[in-house]
């Protein structure tokens, strides 16, 4: 109990915490000080003696000897009846020096110097795993699940620190156990009142970035450049890369031969469908790529980034997307406002058939909702019953008796 089981103490200060030796010095000595100041109102009397090799300490006061009836500061005075008891040479003026033994300090003065120390450890070991992860923001991290939560997973790195991968920086379809492998990114590294947080990210676009650098050797040394990064985490994602070698084509090598590059982030990204596409100036065609698989027929740009995209009625879904998501990414990817319109050459089909452009019902139909059909690739009434009520509620922000009106405008104009 008197050495507090400080050998202990400093194996783990010197092997576990990477604390160097000036460190753990300073350390010990402030919370033995602390101590002292707290017991005797002062610490400057004392002298502190302490070897983290063996952990061993001792602590020696020094007192002036004055006369017994004299004495005004105990701390650091003794009386010279006293000091005879411990040297009979002693005589007033001089200075008796004497151990202190840690048990006379009382057991409850061992257990604050026991939780001090603890404390300053912990302390220790934050500053100094928060200087190793501050400058790794968007680094590639891998660790074990340690605890699912909720609301977040604990992950362990390596070297059994602590990071946090929220529910909300999870791909949608993951699911991970306790001992599973998780590879992520690093997003941010915080040290507030004293609480470090390391949190990680799976649906973060660079996440998708350094995914591509540890697949494909041309992006890592510089070859191939990622221009931009868009993403539906889980669900599909596109990615513009531009090469300055001639020599090299940036989408086959990121692709790489028969997809075999890309599989790999697929997977990681639990089959995220990933569009790569070849970056170019050419504004209309960066578009067109963007748009793929669709084939466009017509693009007319103006100045204030709106894209009308025309292309044949089969092809209009493919632009579009499931949920709009193609549509919405490659908006995003080329900083353009996208909207596609029905190439209609003939009203007349060959079958007999013709259809309206919706304008023509501007007169019965407000212009925000044609607006809305429009949004969605619905620029002849056809298109849009096409579609059923139920498809066309999910796609629009229209209500219910909205979409039961427009129905019924453009089915009384083919006397449906």
Request: net charge negative; aromatic share 8%; hydrophobic share 40%.
């Amino acid at each position: 109990m008197e050495h507090l089981n400080l050998i202990d103490t400093f194996s783990e200060f010197k092997e576990i915490k990477n604390i160097n030796r000036s460190t753990m010095m300073e350390v010990l000595e402030d919370v033995f000080r602390n101590l002292l100041i707290k017991l005797f109102g002062t610490d400057e009397n004392f002298d502190l003696i302490i070897n983290p090799d063996k952990g061993d300490f001792e602590i020696w006061r020094n007192r002036k000897i004055v006369e017994d009836d004299l004495i005004q500061e105990p701390y650091i005075e003794i009386g010279l009846t006293k000091a005879k008891k411990i040297n009979k040479t002693y005589k007033v003026g001089d200075e008796v020096t004497d151990a202190v033994k840690l048990s006379d300090f009382g057991r409850r003065s061992i257990l604050t110097l026991r939780q001090s120390l603890t404390n300053r450890i912990l302390e220790l070991e934050k500053e100094h795993i928060y200087n190793s992860y501050k400058d790794r923001v968007g680094e590639i991290v891998i660790g074990e699940v340690y605890q699912v939560w909720k609301k977040e997973i604990l992950v362990l790195d390596d070297d059994r620190n602590e990071l946090i991968l929220p529910r909300t920086e999870q791909i949608k379809t993951d699911f991970f156990r306790k001992g599973d492998t998780v590879r992520s990114v690093i997003s941010s590294v915080e040290m507030k009142n004293n609480n470090l947080s390391i949190i990680i990210s799976r649906i973060s676009n660079l996440f998708l970035e350094r995914l591509f650098e540890l697949e494909v050797p041309e992006i890592f040394d510089g070859l191939i450049t990622i221009k931009k990064v868009v993403r539906e985490p889980g669900e599909r994602a596109k990615i513009a890369v531009e090469s300055y070698d001639e020599r090299i084509d940036p989408v086959g090598a990121c692709v790489g031969v028969k997809g075999s590059r890309i599989k790999s982030i697929v997977k990681e990204l639990n089959d995220e469908n990933i569009d790569v596409i070849n970056f170019t100036t050419n504004e209309q065609l960066f578009i067109t790529r963007a748009l793929s698989p669709a084939k466009i027929v017509n693009i007319y740009l103006d100045d204030e980034k709106n894209a009308e995209v025309y292309l044949d009625p089969e092809e209009v879904s493919l632009a579009i997307g499931k949920g709009g998501l193609n549509i919405k990414l490659a908006s995003l990817l080329t900083d353009y406002k996208i909207e596609v319109y029905r190439n209609i050459e003939e009203e007349v089909e060959e079958d007999g058939t013709y259809d309206v452009a919706i304008e023509e019902f501007a007169d019965e139909i407000d212009e925000w909702v044609l607006n809305e059909l429009k949004s969605i690739g619905c620029d002849t009434a056809r298109s849009v019953l096409e579609l059923t009520a139920e498809e066309l509620e999910k796609r629009t922000d229209l209500e219910e008796e909205t979409i039961t009106e427009i129905i019924e405008v453009f089915s009384a104009e083919f006397e449906l």
